[in-house]
Every structure is written in C-alpha cells, then in structure tokens.
C-alpha cells in the first residue's frame, strides 16, 4: 500500500510560482508512474503532468506545457510539481496519483491510477 502526501498548496498572484511535492510513505515509487490532476469547482478532474520513476520520461498537459515542470527526488521518494506563470484559471484542488502497474506508462486518464493523495488547493488571483 502507498500513501501520498501532498503538501505545498497556497494562494498566489497571476505570474507568480508556486511548488507542489508529492511524498510517499509505505513503500517507494520504483517504477510507478506519478501523476498530477487538478480539478475545479464545477469542472471535470483534468491531467497536468506525469513522470514515470524509473525511466525519467514526461508528459505534459497542453494548458501547461513550458510552465509547469514535473521532476523526482529519489532519496526523498517525492515528485514535484513546479508551477510557474500562473493563471487564474489554474486555480483548483492539485491531486498526486500513482499507477503501478509494471512497464512504462504515463497515463492521462485518472482511471488508470491506484493510489491518490488527499489533494491541495492552489488558488492564482488575478
């Protein structure tokens, strides 16, 4: 079982940065795929980012691409999320979600993940 913790939320201005870690304790990543979702009020759970343990390969979301950067820190089993020139509009509960079956996916359907965390607010004002 994999626990996921997701501290790093908070209100920031239009343009400003903003970091988001995805911890996770119970067991290490090894070779999941981690991905981060975020879903607004009224709107349907939508991708980011993904990147898979092992291999090191992204994904991004087009609304985020050459904004946000998905990395991983091995010896502190954590993904990050770095979100720059923020938006409005980017404003939602952030999501970390790891798929573990065995290969090398990055999945962007939320359907194909096991374990989620318990989700962080990122409020952009304008």
């Known amino acids: 079982q994999v626990q996921l913790v997701e501290p790093g939320g908070g209100l920031v201005q239009a343009g400003g940065s903003l970091r988001l870690s995805c911890a996770a304790s119970?067991?290490?990543?090894?070779?999941?795929?981690i991905g981060w979702f975020r879903q607004a009020p009224g709107s349907e759970r939508e991708f980011v980012a993904a990147?898979?343990?092992?291999?090191?390969?992204?994904d991004y979301a087009d609304s985020v691409k050459d904004r946000f950067t998905i990395s991983r820190e091995n010896a502190k089993n954590t993904v990050y999320l770095q979100m720059s020139s923020l938006k409005p509009e980017d404003t939602a509960v952030y999501y970390c979600?790891?798929?573990?079956?065995?290969?090398?996916?990055?999945?962007?359907?939320?359907?194909?993940?096991?374990?989620w965390g318990q989700g962080t607010q990122v409020t952009v004002s304008s």
């Open positions: 979600a790891a798929d573990r079956r065995i290969g090398v996916f990055l999945p962007r359907s939320g359907r194909e993940y096991d374990y």
């Open positions: 990147i898979h343990w092992r291999v090191g390969i992204t």
């Open positions: 119970g067991r290490t990543f090894s070779s999941y795929a």
